[in-house]
Structure formats: structure tokens, C-alpha cells
């Protein structure tokens, strides 16, 4: 029967790391599927690292990933896919809130001949309302620039071994993977599920990490905001050719133009027409920076196997090209 690996991306869940590994663990262990578990401490400041190794002496089919410092969830993610030897992949959040018994019925899809099964939010769980409208909003955005439905879409899927080598080919270091496992193409199904409630702990996500997050992935999958500078561009010529028009009516009509306020108010867009600009395109600059020095998207410290006299086998010094 063909091995399944759970990558479980995870940063300070050191209450529920353990219990994601046993959870998963007996759902399919029950349901006779062969597993392999994933799970990437993304350089946590609590005990997730400790946990994680713990789980790892009571199943041999844990594979532990320790990153060296945090590198983010999306560097998490393609650790765990490297990591992963199964024919099929599985992504999901360690602190639960993606239903584990979804799982079964993805593999099921898998084993029917779908190669990407996407997990579909039917309902965003307990949400604040900026929260809300601002994933709204982020998800429309995606969606227009990259063609591909993005709404309500998540992190939680399966995926083919070559729907995985696929993504893991690509040379790009600043990639968003919920983009791109859709992007890739293949045969794909969706299953829709409700989020959970959290069992323990809390959100790693501020209002500010998710802003800055999503302007990330926006810049890193789509050269959409760069659209934005050529219409700022062509509004402030429009308005500037509008006042130019008004100007010279007033002058060959004898009436001249009180200048101080205009010329304020026509500054100050420009100038901050201009500053956004910069900003954007300074920031698209950034990135291809980071990608020309072609530095790992990740460094591992230590990675740890489950063995079957309860022990772990230890590797270390591995670095995410």
C-alpha cells in the first residue's frame, strides 16, 4: 500500500506537537494507510523542538526537522516536502484546526487517480471581522493576478509525489506554496472542511504579520503591484492634464489662476504618487536581491528518525537549497 507523509509545519506548539503526532498517528494507523510524519520546527523559542523528539521515540514514523532560527511557515513547508519520502503528500497545520479525518478521504480521492486534492474552507472558524475582509481582500487579489481560484482556499492538500517534485524543482527562493501547488496544474479535487477550534495554545498571526505575509506572497507569486505604479502613473497625468487645460482656459479668459493651494495639492500627489511607486518597485528590487545571492530559503540544525527500539537516529547540518 503507498506511504503517505503528513508535513507539519510547526513554530512554538510545543502543547500541541505531541498530540498532533499522536492524533494522526491512530487516526492512520486505524485506517490501515502507511504514514510517515514530517514535522518542522521552524526555529521555536518554547519546547516544540523537545516535543517533537519525545513523539519521535514513541513512533517510529516521525521524522523530526529542526530549522537553525525561524525562517517562516512557507520555509517550513518546502523542508517538510524535501524531507518527505511518500508517493503522496499531505500539508496540514500541526495545531489541528485542519480536521485530520479529511485526510482519509483526500487519500481516497488520490487513490481514485486525483493528484491534487485541495482543502476548501466551507467556514473560516472563529474570525475577527478586519480578519475576515482582509483575507477577502488578499484572495481577490490572487486570484485576478494568477488566474487561479484562490478563495477560500488553504494550506491543507495533497498532492502526488510528481505534483510535489514539480514544485521542488523550481529555483525560486521567495515562493508561496498555497499558490503555487495550484499553479502547477495537474488533475486536481477539492474537499471542503470546516476550521476547528484550537485545542491549545494561540495564533502565531498578528494583524501585522498577516499584512506583511501577504504583501510577501502577493510580491513573490505576481508582478501585480508594479500594474499599480503604471495606473498611478496614467491617473496623475490624466488629473495633470486636466488642471493643465483649466490653467490655460483661466489665462486666455483674463482670469488667472490662484496658484498656492493648487500647486500644494499638486505636489503632494505627485510626490506621494511617486514615493508608493518607489516603494513597490524598491521592494520588487529587494527580492530579486535576495534571490541573486542565492542563499538556502532554509538551514537545518538537526533532523531526528524515529527508530524501533523507542531511540533516534540524529543527522545534522543540512541546509535547504
Known sequence: MSVLSVVLPA?????MAGKACVTLGNLLQNAGIPYELVVVDDGSKDHTWSEIQKAAKKDRNI????FSRNFGKESAVFAGLAQASGDVVAVMDCDLQHPPQKLLEMYHLWEDGYEVIEGVKSSRGKESFFHKESAGFFYDIMTKATGVNMKNTSDFKMMDRKAVDSIL???ERNMFFRATSSWVGFKTAFVEFDVQKREAGESKWSAWSLIKY???NIVAFTTLPLQFVTVGGAVCFVLSAILGIYS???YFTGHAVEGYTTILIVLLLVGSAVMMSLGIIG???SKIYEEVKHRPRYIISEIVH????????IKQDNTGR
Open 248 to 250: 490655460l482656459v483661466q
Open 283 to 285: 521592494y520588487y528590487i
Open 11 to 15: 513554530y512554538n506548539e510545543e502543547l
Open 214 to 216: 501577504a504583501f510577501t
Open 306 to 313: 524515529g527508530e524501533e527500539n523507542g531511540s533516534v537516529k
Open 169 to 171: 524543482s523550481m529555483p
Open 63 to 66: 521524522v523530526g526537522v529542526h
